[in-house]
């Protein structure tokens, strides 16, 4: 019956779940069961959760690469190295909340978060919840949130590794990490550096001449450190303080559609960050009780200098931004019975920030406090349905928002087989940013909250056995948002943002997991597939414009990727496939003059502008780990985009080639 069942529905996905204090250990595998993904807390939620072998994969990279190419999640990127935002569910950057250790990292001033500045060497444990399972989380997440986290091995004793990396245009990485402790006590510090020249070469199709040119003033530079300290005081309490700190700098190249000098205009932008979360969770049989504490300092610089003749170099935009945000949660949750629980949290930000032009002489300073407060029920009935409620509330600069909510239901129709019908309904709000309300010029205080509505229906199915391993889930959503805001230019000469748009996202996500073991071969696949329509139902008569029901710009109705693994006796490699259909770059999906897709090998000219051709992206990973007494030892070769595609992903900047990059790795423990 077991395997009829996985014939029909093509092995359809899960997210693993364990609890408890002790939970914390990594574990590398996990053998599915019916009790983990049948859990009454997470009744019609979509969650999903990155694999371990990715992160591996991606050590070096950043997280915009980890979610590009397995997840999906839609990353638009300017270039390599420079600013990644996400499109959850073709949804826009600032829908997609991210939680670093429970704190929301979001800028306060732009609402989203660059996902080029994340490096995977920080991320223990990374999962996504999709649509209205964010709620549980916080609110705003329209199309989902991002979940980053560290964990702690409390049978650790003294570990560590080195990572040293080389690659392809002057690009160069470190990373060390040293773990020490014992049953009452933690240490885990890792320090990172990850700097490029970024001067690849590409035909720059976007000017007449189309001549072959480098991707100058685009080198960029990283470098943190990220501290963990937990502390065992019994087996019911542990406390532990995290830290990050990161420094940025990156050269921003001029949009390759400009014809002057390449000298003429030198962009520049500092990114940095300084967090901290401290944390105590105190366990009991029935209850748990988790408080923490957190402060998130962001600062953004950028600077544009015009180069004038006589004069030399000018500033036209010296832009400093300081933002700071003090978290404090406390959550509580109690078991009645074995099929109820209730879970209740209260939140409270505080933001402070302040952002000045010295040349345009503008800016402004805010402060802004926000409280909610959370309330989930969770029921088991008859052992076969699972029922939550989760409610929360909003308090945004002591103005109450209206309720938000999600109900979901899922249903275990074979107590015996591990197969899972579940589906909700939820109830968000997005509030504005603070650039949308106070930007100089042109915020808008009067700007409403985006409001959303999204329905999910899932079927998850695993199946597990000594010698393979399968997990595969397929979800169908649909999401009507109000109220969407949009920046657009006005008759006093510049950028306003409006609420004007109505925008309606539907679509299908589909994810499948196999992991085989052939004596002593270790095979692993997965991948994930995501068909988005997301529409523009804005008032065509008000506006006037030929957008209406027409796909919002940037994201591709189809997407896709594909991860597969083989291991034999420390020898390894990895093979990455991503694939995107078409983008228009008008919101009214307008094509007209011929494109380049002749010049770029695409098999037919379509004669299409404000279109980008469908593009797919291979890399491929060889590498061997030899083991000796304590130590491991290794060498990796990572080949990106190995079949040199040439492609974008927005208008104006130019993606890398095939490129390469060499890394030497060694690690222990005592």
Do not use: C
């Amino acid at each position: 019956m077991k395997y009829k069942i996985t014939l029909i529905l093509l092995f359809i996905s899960v997210k693993l779940f364990s609890q408890a204090v002790i939970d914390t250990i990594a574990i590398e595998e996990v053998t599915i069961s019916a009790k983990r993904i049948f859990k009454k807390e997470y009744a019609g939620q979509k969650i999903s959760k990155v694999d371990s072998v990715v992160l591996l994969d991606k050590f070096n990279q950043n997280l915009s690469d980890v979610l590009s190419e397995n997840t999906s999640v839609y990353i638009k990127e300017h270039g390599r190295g420079a600013l990644a935002t996400a499109s959850f569910r073709g949804t826009a950057a600032t829908h997609t909340q991210v939680l670093w250790n429970g704190m929301n990292i979001n800028s306060p001033m732009l609402g989203m978060v660059d996902f080029s500045l994340i490096p995977v060497y920080i991320i223990d444990d990374l999962s996504l919840n999709h649509g209205g399972s964010s709620i549980k989380e916080q609110s705003g997440g329209l199309g989902g949130s991002v979940n980053i986290n560290n964990k702690v091995d409390w049978n650790n004793r003294f570990s560590g590794r080195y990572y040293q990396g080389v690659g392809s245009y002057s690009s160069f990485d470190e990373f060390g990490q040293v773990n020490i402790g014992n049953k009452k006590i933690q240490s885990k510090t890792r320090v990172y550096s990850n700097k490029s020249k970024n001067d690849y070469s590409f035909i720059n199709k976007s000017i007449t001449e189309r001549p072959k040119v480098k991707n100058e003033n685009a080198d960029y530079s990283k470098y943190g450190f990220a501290q963990e300290i937990y502390f065992r005081t019994n087996e019911y309490n542990y406390i532990s303080l995290k830290t990050w700190g990161q420094l940025a700098q990156r050269s921003l190249p001029t949009v390759q559609s400009y014809e002057g000098s390449d000298h003429a205009n030198l962009n520049s932008q500092d990114d940095n960050t300084f967090k901290a979360v401290a944390e105590w969770k105190h366990y009991r049989s029935e209850s748990k009780l988790h408080i923490s504490s957190g402060y998130d300092y962001q600062s953004l610089d950028y600077i544009l200098e015009n180069e004038v003749n006589g004069i030399g170099k000018v500033p036209a935009i010296y832009s400093e931004s300081i933002m700071q945000s003090i978290h404090g949660n406390a959550k509580y949750g109690y078991d009645f019975t074995e099929n109820f629980q209730f879970n209740l949290s209260l939140n409270y930000k505080h933001y402070n920030v302040n952002t000045k032009d010295s040349v345009l002489k503008t800016g402004y300073d805010v402060i802004r406090d926000d409280f909610s407060v959370f309330g989930g029920f969770y029921l088991n009935v008859f052992k076969k349905f699972n029922i939550s409620l989760m409610l929360r509330d909003d308090i945004i600069d002591f103005n109450l928002s209206p309720l938000i909510f999600n109900l979901g239901v899922s249903y275990k129709p074979f107590l015996n087989t591990d197969l899972v019908i579940k589906g909700s309904f939820a109830r968000n709000y997005h509030h504005p940013t603070l650039n949308d309300l106070y930007w100089q010029p042109g915020g808008n205080p009067e700007l409403k909250a985006e409001e959303g509505y999204t329905e999910d229906m899932t079927i998850t199915y695993a199946l597990s056995n000594s010698r393979i391993q399968v997990s595969s889930e397929l979800t169908g959503f649909y999401s009507d948002i109000n109220n969407w805001i949009i920046w657009l230019p006005s008759f006093k000469g510049y950028w306003e943002p409006f609420n004007i748009k109505r925008v309606k996202s539907y679509g299908l996500e589909y994810n499948l997991k196999v992991t085989s073991y052939i004596q002593k071969l270790n095979i692993q696949l997965q991948g994930n597939y995501g068909l988005t329509k997301s529409l523009n139902y804005g008032d065509p008569l008000t506006w006037g414009d030929e957008s209406y029901k027409k796909q919002l710009p940037f994201i591709p109705v189809h997407s896709g990727n594909f991860l597969t693994q083989l291991k034999y006796q420390g020898y390894y490699i990895r093979y990455q496939f991503n694939a995107y259909s078409e983008r228009f770059t008008m919101t009214s999906n307008k094509v007209g003059l011929e494109d380049d897709s002749g010049d770029l090998g695409v098999s037919q000219n379509t004669g299409k502008l404000g279109w980008y051709y469908p593009y797919y992206m291979s890399n491929l990973t060889i590498g061997k780990e030899y083991d000796v007494k304590k130590y491991t030892l290794g060498v990796e070769l990572k080949i990106n985009n190995l079949f040199d595609e040439e492609y974008r992903s927005v208008l104006n900047r130019y993606m890398p080639g095939r490129y390469f990059t060499l890394l030497l790795k060694i690690s222990f423990k005592k």
